[in-house]
């Protein structure tokens, strides 16, 4: 495995999302087979590991994911860099202001993961109801307070990047950001890379699509399935993306490795503050993610597959939209 800076936070240059064990694609796992799923992780170099207070079965209730990581670290916090995110109501912030609501958001998250401490805080969707200065300058007294190492913003545009970098340095920017989401790259990537700010990609593997096991049979039926809102992943957009996953899959015969650490290393390559983070339910594709690592692209490979990605249309597009909203259920709502 080896290893990059989130603005000083050095981490595993592939991490592991963690939400798929709680939320977002289908049955979840038992507890047991996900904490044993995050410790061959760990065992494996993985030290960066994503979750987020929201992840819970069907977004209902809070923590159940920071729960699972909490026990699976045990013993092993000071091996890994925890990052989980936040988001608040207006409502809260009236009642007890920016810093308080934050702060008790971040209490409840530590004590959910048993520790003293966590390394990288987002918030994970902006509340345009809500002053990014105050938040800004909130998470600035948190990390003089030791209680969060850095901070980072997720789904968020270049404005908004900027207003918050200049109050308190960001550490990262978590958006979606992949072969088939790149509108990361006209603004926010150069930016990030030019103030030392790291880029975390989500859904790094499109949900699936990438990694070529995803067919118009793949059942998205389950109530808590968000790929049934994956434009790319629509019946017609898996077979009208075919070319793209041809592609891949040319590459992954070549360099003997799977479509999906394809699609990682490609990333990694492509710039040097990129930290993807790809989730599965599955212990043996966790670690093959984790073996892109080792997955190296020559110059000449990487340049071909980049142009040759230029010049193929990508069919259905998410984008880093910047949502906003009081509550979760606001989530979908454009700007
Ligand atoms: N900030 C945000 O708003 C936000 C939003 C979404 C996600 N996230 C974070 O980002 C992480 C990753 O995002 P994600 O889980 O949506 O995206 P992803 O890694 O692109 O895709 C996950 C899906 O792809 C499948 N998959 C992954 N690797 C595979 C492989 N090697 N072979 C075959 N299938 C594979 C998984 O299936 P199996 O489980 O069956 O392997 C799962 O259905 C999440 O865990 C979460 O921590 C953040």
């Known amino acids: 495995m080896k290893y990059r800076l989130l603005n000083g936070i050095k981490v595993s240059e592939i991490g592991m999302g963690c939400m798929g064990l709680?939320?977002?694609?289908?049955?979840?796992?038992?507890?047991?087979?996900?904490?044993?799923?995050?410790?061959?992780?760990?065992?494996?170099?993985?030290?960066?590991?994503?979750?987020?207070?929201?992840?819970?079965?069907?977004?209902?209730?809070?923590?159940?994911n920071e729960i699972i990581l909490g026990k699976a670290l045990k013993g092993r916090r000071e091996e890994a860099v925890i990052a989980t995110k936040l988001h608040m109501s207006t409502e809260e912030v009236n009642e007890k202001g920016v810093?308080?609501?934050?702060?008790?958001?971040l209490m409840a998250s530590m004590e959910r993961l048993q520790v003293s401490y966590v390394d990288l805080y987002y918030l994970h969707?902006?509340?345009?109801?809500?002053?990014?200065?105050?938040?800004?300058?909130?998470?600035?007294?948190?990390?003089?307070?030791?209680?969060?190492?850095?901070?980072?913003?997720s789904q968020v545009g270049i404005d908004t990047i900027k207003e918050a970098h200049e109050i308190t340095p960001l550490s990262a920017i978590q958006n979606i950001y992949s072969m088939v989401e790149r509108s990361s790259e006209d603004e926010v990537i150069p930016y990030c890379m030019e103030h030392?700010?790291?880029?975390v990609p989500f859904s790094p593997v499109a949900s699936?699509?990438?990694?070529?096991?995803?067919s118009v049979q793949t059942d998205f039926s389950h109530s808590d399935d968000v790929r049934k809102f994956v434009p790319q992943l629509s019946n017609e957009n898996i077979d009208a993306n075919k070319p793209l996953l041809d592609l891949i899959q040319k590459y992954a015969d070549?360099?003997?490795?799977?479509?999906?650490?394809?699609?990682?290393?490609?990333?990694?390559?492509?710039?040097?503050?990129?930290?993807?983070?790809?989730?599965?339910?599955?212990?043996?594709?966790?670690?093959?993610n984790l073996k892109a690592s080792e997955v190296v692209l020559t110059k000449k490979e990487f340049d071909l597959l980049?142009?040759?990605l230029d010049s193929i249309p990508v069919q259905g597009f998410r984008g880093h939209i910047e949502f906003q909203g009081d509550t979760m259920k606001d989530w979908g709502r454009r700007k």
Not at 99 to 105: C, E, G, K, L, V
């Open 22 to 64: 709680s939320h977002g694609y289908g049955q979840i796992p038992s507890e047991e087979y996900s904490i044993e799923a995050i410790r061959k992780a760990l065992d494996y170099g993985c030290t960066f590991f994503d979750t987020a207070e929201a992840y819970s079965p069907n977004m209902q209730g809070i923590g159940h």
């Open 99 to 105: 810093y308080q609501t934050i702060r008790d958001h």
């Open 125 to 153: 969707r902006v509340n345009r109801d809500l002053s990014m200065k105050e938040i800004a300058q909130a998470m600035g007294k948190m990390i003089d307070e030791g209680l969060i190492r850095g901070w980072g913003l």
């Open 196 to 199: 030392g700010i790291a880029v």
């Open 208 to 214: 699936g699509l990438l990694s070529g096991k995803v």
């Open 254 to 288: 070549e360099k003997k490795a799977t479509m999906a650490q394809i699609a990682l290393a490609w990333m990694l390559h492509k710039y040097p503050n990129i930290v993807p983070i790809p989730g599965s339910k599955n212990q043996e594709r966790i670690l093959e």
């Open 306 to 308: 980049d142009k040759t």
